[in-house]
């Protein structure tokens, strides 16, 4: 394999070309999350190995396999991001958010990291957009965050997205909980995989999120731990329903999710379209900030994979915005045009147009080939007798009409109108007028 030119499994490359379409979601979903109140914030790529042990938990796949972790020039085991939560929590308790007005409320979008099996849409480095709201204990927090959840995919313009919520309960309600799931896998301890029958020591809830199939088949009659749920627990889960009818918000209970990570509490959710792994994930936790130290305070939130979301997005034909165009191309010929040429694009760029100018030194055929490639919307060429004359002939691509204009201080004033409005716009408008 050729190393130099070839990345790494499972990461990606983002081309020009593609770009707009991920600033268009970053854009979107951090402006949806910003009218919910959400101020985003950034966080370091990498961390502490023990804060992803501790915040995560050491019995989850994403800890216990997936971890980059590697040790540093100066001896300590730091690890790439696996997720957002636990590493904004320490952000919070750090820079001391916990002790300002709650609820904190923020958001992000950033690169995770995990070792896993590359396919299609499971990457080694993936990109995620999230949000976390600390300090909310009632269910008015968990109807909020789903429902930002449910409207920033809507205002990608997804179609069947399914909304499906769950409790977990509390750590109280849960021990019953963990004795009946125990219980129910000792009698076929032997069929399970290795690790699962770890977890059945640890963690036995862990096993109804492993990805063996032989799991998920005996994890699928396992007792349903809505059915253990505490009577506070029931009634907030209960009060998230009755908020989510409210606002209209199409919702399913599906007591097969419990999520990955070992901190969640209360209630936890997924929207997916149908045919795809999740798209979101996110539920309430209780323990994580005193786990790490810092006050006691219950955090809420999800996290959604963008290059998911992309590929879903792309599939359904969902619109996005068009990409920025050249607006004006200047060819020109000889050293002295050239010069003219560039002082003009530096010029409209710094009013804001997209101009390009020669860099190749090709020829005025050429140079107008590849403006006619970048789409550009107008052309200009400068020679000598242009400059002579002080006056070009201005281009409309899409219709080849052209337009003199005035070179020097006038091209300016001339080129401005033509973009609001101008010349060829009304031609076009009255061209039409006569053909209907
Ligand atoms: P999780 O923290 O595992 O619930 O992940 C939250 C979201 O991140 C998922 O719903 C996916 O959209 C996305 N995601 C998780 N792992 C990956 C991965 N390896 N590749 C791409 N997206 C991922």
């Not at 399914?162 to 896998?185: K, T, W």
């Not at 795809?276 to 939130?301: H, K, S, T």
Request: hydrophobic letters at 35%.
């Amino acid at each position: 394999m050729a190393i130099l030119t070839t990345r790494p499994r499972g990461t990606n490359d983002f081309l020009p070309e593609q770009t707009p379409r991920w600033q268009y979601l970053e854009r979107t979903l951090l402006s949806t999350a910003a009218l919910y109140g959400f101020g985003e914030i950034r966080t370091p790529t990498f961390e502490h190995t023990e804060l992803f042990q501790r915040g995560v938990g050491d019995t989850t796949d994403v800890v216990s396999k997936e971890m980059y972790t590697f040790t540093d020039k100066g001896g300590r085991s730091v690890t790439l991001r696996p997720e957002g939560t636990a590493g904004i929590c320490r952000a919070a308790i750090e820079n001391g958010l916990l002790g300002d007005a709650l609820p904190l409320k923020v958001s992000y979008v950033f690169n995770c990291f995990r070792y896993e099996k590359a396919q299609r849409g499971r990457y080694r480095q993936f990109h995620q957009f999230g949000v976390e709201c600390y300090g909310a204990a009632g269910p008015q927090a968990d109807a909020e965050i789903l429902s930002l959840a449910w409207e920033g995919l809507q205002t990608l313009g997804l179609r069947e997205l399914q909304l499906s919520v769950n409790s977990i309960g509390c750590p109280a309600c849960r021990a019953e909980y963990h004795r009946a799931l125990r219980a129910y896998f000792e009698d076929r301890r032997e069929e399970l995989c290795e690790t699962c029958r770890e977890r059945l020591e640890k963690n036995p809830m862990r096993i109804l999120d492993c990805k063996s199939p032989v799991c998920g088949q005996i994890a699928a009659g396992a007792p349903r731990v809505l059915d253990y749920l505490c009577g506070d627990c029931r009634a907030h889960f209960e009060r998230v329903q009755s908020l989510l009818r409210a606002a209209k918000i199409p919702f399913t209970v599906d007591a097969g999710i419990v999520r990955g990570l070992d901190y969640y509490t209360r209630t936890v959710f997924e929207i997916s379209v149908p045919g795809f792994p999740a798209l979101c994930g996110g539920g309430r936790y209780g323990g994580l900030c005193r786990q790490l130290g810092g006050p006691d305070v219950e955090g809420i939130g999800f996290a959604m994979g963008l290059e998911r979301l992309l590929m879903v997005m792309e599939q359904q034909n969902c619109e996005f915005p068009q990409p920025p165009q050249c607006d004006l191309y200047i060819a020109s010929m000889g050293e002295a045009a050239a010069q003219e040429a560039f002082r003009l694009t530096t010029l409209l760029r710094r009013e804001g147009y997209a101009v390009e100018c020669d860099l190749m030194g090709r020829s005025v055929k050429a140079q107008m080939k590849y403006a006619n490639k970048l789409g550009a919307l107008y052309s200009m060429v400068l020679g000598e007798a242009e400059l002579e004359q002080g006056a070009a002939r201005l281009k409309q691509m899409a219709t080849g009409e052209e337009k003199p204009v005035p070179l020097g201080e006038a091209f300016f004033t001339a080129f401005e109108q033509e973009m609001h409005n101008g010349w060829f716009a009304a031609a076009a408008e009255a061209a039409e007028g006569l053909t209907r």
